[in-house]
């Protein structure tokens, strides 16, 4: 299969290319990071809004940009002083997947654990006006993102699994492939985000030339989630279309408190942003991205492990002071929200408590 080829070789080239996650901190202040993707998706809105949440409760969390989930996922693994990522849900099964049988991707995989599941992305495809299905990319030049996004592995699988064959898979951002479209050197692009996502508000894209492509295939349906982008989700849009959409999930890795300096750092770290979003859920939802409305923190992917400094920062007993919180004592802690409860309950049902 060429595309697990392609993925897993750019996998561990990425791997061997990352810094490892040993050694001391050398930093006065420990750096606390989260990759996310580009300028104008959603990962980068989410990672600003934590990072805001974050501030108000006395934490730094810097938020990069990335290419996108692969890149994310390996910088949680190998990365120093990067302790959370988004990353796609259907890039974790294509990784457990092929862990099972290939070494190389069983040992970039080792020790990555469940944060908090996010919400479900859209699978976008902006096309020319006169192509109507995704049957009629069949021949045609089409962007899929660059090779260490999750938008390049769904793109691929999307159309093998519908057997659409373009004449043309352009590896280019989405950016890029924004401006390629729009000059007619391709015919559409793909690209996966929650929407609304910055990139279709741009007031280039006119309606009249161009469209969102439906994908109504029965296979994709069966593989992915249903998912629908609201009608004037877009100034391009006046009608609502229906689509497939994959869960987006942020990661960590399981660092040991009693390895070394670093670890005991970067736990507390995982500890103190899972905190952060457990409670000040409510306040994400009403002041984050519109996404956040979406998110159950209980909806956990099947057969990922939870993180133990996540645990540690679901505990009510949890200290962590923020702006407008109440003076905490051991005896007055924080009561514990239904968000959070649930979710711990989820945790303790698979790895116990």
Same mark, same amino acid.
């Given at each position: 299969?060429?595309?697990?080829?392609?993925?897993?070789?750019?996998?561990?080239?990425?791997?061997?290319?990352?810094?490892?996650?040993?050694?001391?901190?050398?930093?006065?202040?420990?750096?606390?990071?989260?990759?996310? !993707?580009?300028?104008?998706?959603?990962?980068?809105?989410?990672?600003?809004?934590?990072?805001?949440?974050?501030? =108000?409760?006395?934490?730094?969390?810097?938020?990069?940009?990335?290419?996108?989930?692969?890149?994310?996922?390996?910088?949680?693994?190998?990365?120093?002083?990067?302790?959370?990522?988004?990353?796609?849900?259907?890039?974790?099964?294509?990784? =457990?997947?092929?862990?099972?049988?290939?070494?190389?991707?069983?040992?970039?995989?080792?020790?990555?654990?469940?944060?908090?599941?996010?919400?479900?992305?859209?699978?976008?495809?902006?096309?020319?006006?006169?192509? =109507?299905?995704?049957?009629?990319?069949?021949?045609? =030049?089409?962007?899929?993102?660059?090779?260490?996004?999750?938008?390049?592995?769904?793109?691929?699988?999307?159309?093998?699994?519908?057997?659409?064959?373009?004449?043309?898979?352009?590896?280019?951002?989405?950016?890029?492939?924004?401006?390629?479209?729009?000059?007619?050197?391709? +015919?559409?692009?793909?690209?996966?985000?929650?929407?609304?996502?910055?990139?279709?508000?741009? $007031?280039?894209?006119?309606?009249?030339?161009?469209?969102?492509?439906?994908?109504?295939?029965?296979?994709?349906?069966?593989?992915? /989630?249903? !998912?629908?982008?609201?009608? @004037?989700?877009? $100034?391009? /849009?006046?009608?609502?279309? @229906?689509?497939?959409?994959?869960?987006?999930?942020?990661?960590?890795?399981?660092? @040991?408190?009693?390895?070394?300096?670093?670890?005991?750092?970067?736990?507390?770290?995982?500890? +103190?942003?899972?905190?952060?979003?457990?409670?000040?859920?409510?306040?994400?939802?009403?002041?984050?991205?519109?996404?956040?409305? /979406?998110?159950?923190?209980?909806?956990?992917?099947? !057969?990922?492990?939870?993180?133990?400094?996540?645990?540690? !920062?679901?505990?009510?007993?949890?200290?962590?002071?923020?702006?407008?919180?109440?003076?905490?004592?051991?005896?007055?802690?924080? $009561?514990?929200?239904?968000?959070?409860?649930?979710?711990?309950?989820?945790?303790?049902?698979?790895?116990?408590?």
């Amino acid at each position: 299969m060429r595309l697990k080829s392609t993925f897993t070789t750019r996998l561990l080239a990425l791997a061997a290319t990352l810094g490892c996650l040993v050694g001391p901190a050398q930093a006065q202040e420990f750096e606390k990071n989260i990759l996310t !993707g580009g300028p104008s998706g959603t990962y980068i809105q989410f990672g600003r809004n934590i990072s805001e949440a974050a501030a =108000k409760c006395g934490v730094t969390l810097n938020v990069h940009e990335s290419a996108g989930s692969l890149e994310n996922f390996l910088g949680v693994r190998k990365r120093r002083f990067t302790q959370l990522g988004i990353v796609q849900s259907d890039v974790l099964e294509y990784l =457990k997947t092929f862990a099972a049988d290939d070494p190389g991707v069983a040992r970039a995989v080792k020790g990555v654990r469940i944060a908090f599941p996010l919400y479900n992305e859209e699978v976008h495809i902006l096309a020319r006006r006169d192509l =109507k299905s995704l049957e009629d990319l069949n021949g045609k =030049k089409v962007a899929i993102g660059v090779e260490d996004s999750g938008t390049f592995l769904t793109a691929s699988l999307v159309l093998d699994l519908a057997q659409v064959n373009p004449s043309e898979r352009r590896t280019i951002d989405a950016e890029a492939s924004l401006t390629a479209l729009l000059a007619g050197q391709i +015919d559409a692009f793909f690209y996966v985000a929650g929407a609304p996502t910055e990139i279709f508000l741009s $007031p280039r894209i006119d309606a009249a030339k161009f469209h969102l492509l439906p994908i109504n295939d029965a296979t994709l349906q069966a593989v992915y /989630q249903p !998912g629908t982008i609201p009608a @004037d989700a877009y $100034p391009f /849009q006046d009608q609502a279309v @229906d689509v497939i959409a994959v869960k987006a999930v942020l990661m960590t890795y399981e660092y @040991d408190p009693g390895r070394n300096a670093y670890h005991r750092a970067s736990c507390k770290a995982v500890s +103190d942003i899972t905190n952060v979003i457990a409670t000040r859920f409510d306040e994400l939802r009403k002041t984050g991205h519109p996404k956040w409305q /979406q998110v159950d923190l209980s909806d956990l992917p099947p !057969g990922w492990n939870i993180g133990g400094c996540v645990n540690a !920062g679901l505990d009510p007993n949890y200290n962590l002071v923020c702006e407008g919180d109440a003076p905490a004592t051991p005896a007055q802690a924080a $009561p514990d929200s239904a968000a959070n409860s649930a979710y711990r309950q989820r945790i303790c049902e698979s790895i116990g408590c």
